[in-house]
């Protein structure tokens, strides 16, 4: 049985696993005239202050896991 991950709980999962690395998971809403709430996430270096990655919110999970920080039997509830 699949086991519900908030969003939010991956957002912090995520940000506690890129700490390591001085990055850090942002979200933003693109500036688009669409009345379609799309809402996207960056991938940032401290460091920097430079953008590394783009991900799309159904992108996340893929990513998550790929990082360790989801695992097999767990998904994400995106409500």
């Known amino acids: 049985m699949k086991k519900l991950v ?3 709980a991956l957002t912090a999962r995520l940000n506690r696993k ?3 690395e001085s990055k ?3 979200k933003y809403k693109p500036r688009l ?3 379609d709430p ?4 960056a991938i940032v270096d401290l460091k920097t202050n430079s953008i ?7 992108e996340l999970q893929e990513f998550a896991r790929g990082l360790g920080c989801l695992a097999s ?4 509830s995106f409500e």
């Open 6 to 8: 908030s969003i939010r």
């Open 18 to 20: 890129l700490a390591k």
């Open 24 to 26: 850090k998971l942002l």
């Open 33 to 35: 005239q669409s009345d």
């Open 38 to 41: 799309i809402v996207e996430y």
């Open 52 to 58: 590394l990655n783009y991900h799309m919110a159904s």
């Open 73 to 76: 039997l767990e998904e994400v």
